[in-house]
T-cell receptor
Framework: GAGVSQSPSNKVTEKGKDVELRCDPI?????LYWYRQSLGQGLEFLIY????????KSGLPSDRFSAERTGGSVSTLTIQRTQQEDSAVYLC??????????????FGEGSRLTVL | RKEVEQDPGPFNVPEGATVAFNCTYS??????FFWYRQDCRKEPKLLMS???SGNEDGRFTAQLNRASQYISLLIRDSKLSDSATYLC????????????FGTGTRLTIIP
């Protein structure tokens, strides 16, 4: 597709289970971001990938969170031993090269995670 | 102090009015600035970049004040379709591609 694709769109899980969220960025975009948004809140930065560089993991809230990006394309965000406070919408975005509008972040529709 | 701060609102404004809101940022080294728009239960989308000299796109005007470390968004002749949350986004510098989002300002245009 032409846009950023995320799956699943909705995930309900039990506390303590592991979950994997997938992001397929726009083809050719070298930068990929994960953010999360809790109900009524702003976007919280989680992690950023740029090409073959080491990812910026400074936003990951705990060691239960990890992410990888294989082949410079698809990314997977993994949350281990989920907690209720992990409930949020997890948004993935990709970005091309350049500044101004050409550096625009394109978001997927998000994966809504509910931890019971 | 938060890296990026916005008045959460809500701003309830009659149709046709002009509305403006600001966003302050804490790091004076920040290089690039953007306004994104987020509709209810949708993903954010770029509204406009903010240039040093200020820029206009139709009814929307964005300005940057580096001395006071804030950016602003002005909407003229507001339409019902302008109802959304407006997110301020700050990019630190070209060696760090992290983009920091404000919590957003909710705007509702009233018929």
């Amino acid at each position: 597709g032409a846009g950023v694709s995320q799956s699943p769109s909705n995930k309900v899980t039990e506390k303590g289970k592991d979950v994997e969220l997938r992001c397929d960025p726009i083809s050719g975009h070298t930068a990929l971001y994960w953010y999360r948004q809790s109900l009524g809140q702003g976007l919280e930065f989680l992690i950023y990938f740029q090409g073959n560089s080491a990812p910026d993991k400074s936003g990951l809230p705990s060691d239960r969170f990890s992410a990888e990006r294989t082949g410079g394309s698809v990314s997977t965000l993994t949350i281990q031993r989920t907690q209720q406070e992990d409930s949020a919408v997890y948004l993935c975005a990709s970005r091309g090269i350049g500044r101004g509008r050409s550096g625009e972040l394109f978001f997927g529709e998000g994966s809504r995670l509910t931890v019971l | 102090r938060k890296e990026v701060e916005q008045d959460p609102g809500p701003f309830n404004v009659p149709e046709g009015a002009t509305v403006a809101f600001n966003c302050t940022y804490s790091n004076s080294a920040s290089q690039s600035f953007f306004w994104y728009r987020q509709d209810c239960r949708k993903e954010p989308k770029l509204l406009m970049s903010v240039y040093s000299s200020g820029n206009e796109d139709g009814r929307f005007t964005a300005q940057l004040n580096r001395a006071s470390q804030y950016i602003s968004l002005l909407i003229r002749d507001s339409k019902l379709s302008d109802s959304a949350t407006y997110l301020c986004v700050v990019h630190l510098n070209f060696g760090n591609e992290k983009l920091t989002f404000g919590t957003g300002t909710r705007l509702t245009i009233i018929p």
